[in-house]
């Protein structure tokens, strides 16, 4: 992503987070965070990774105002989407968006 050349190793583009549910059943959610960073496995990693990707004393990315945009599957739950962005409040996060659905890749 794009850095802030004042701000060493700060991200300043939005984070793009897709989630999508099962496509069996539709209960079980499915996270991807773009970038090379550890991708969660359940709401609980992606709020840690959340917490501790903050700049601040611990070191960490993002700023709590850096935007994230929760990236939504054209069949994601909707209780999914909502998941996301109470788990990215949650982590501290004041800039938290929701992009147009991803169409489904065959």
Do not use: M
């Amino acid at each position: 992503g794009i850095r802030d050349h004042c701000v060493t190793g700060v991200q300043t583009c939005a984070l793009p987070i897709f989630v999508g549910s099962d496509e069996v059943n539709g209960e079980a959610i499915d996270l991807t965070i773009e970038g090379p960073y550890p991708q969660p496995d359940s709401l609980q990693s992606l709020e840690q990774f959340l917490v501790e990707s903050r700049a601040g004393a611990n070191g960490g990315y993002f700023l709590e105002d850096h935007p994230l945009e929760i990236v939504p599957g054209e069949t994601t739950r909707w209780e999914h989407v909502v998941d996301v962005f109470n788990a990215a409040i949650r982590a501290g996060y004041l800039k938290v968006r929701f992009a147009d659905p991803e169409p489904i890749r065959r």
